[in-house]
């Protein structure tokens, strides 16, 4: 297992023991479940450039404040971009791979 599927899963662990309302949870919850899918998705062992390893990092970082310290909507929302940013990049390194493999 690569450690990004580490780190996704860590934090949707954090996510279900998080007092973050029902609704914030499971729009968190989606997005890192459509990373798994991505890195899953990718047969090969893809070492991933620096910046996707820190995009990982600090979503874990995110995570663990959100969790630990309470939600507040600023940090949310920086939260979902991060995530959003970051299923961009996989999706954008999975998409350039399938096409070199053609």
Known sequence: ???QYSTVNQCLQLLNQSD???TNKRRVELRLIQM???LLNDQSETKF???INDMFYEVHCKM???CNRGCNEDMLCELML???GLL???AQVQSTQSSQTR
Do not use: G, T
């Open 64 to 66: 663990q404040k959100i």
């Open 1 to 3: 297992m690569n450690p």
């Open 49 to 51: 450039e620096l910046s």
């Open 20 to 22: 973050i309302p029902l």
């Open 88 to 90: 961009s990049q996989l």
């Open 36 to 38: 798994k899918r991505l």
């Open 82 to 84: 991060r995530l959003d």
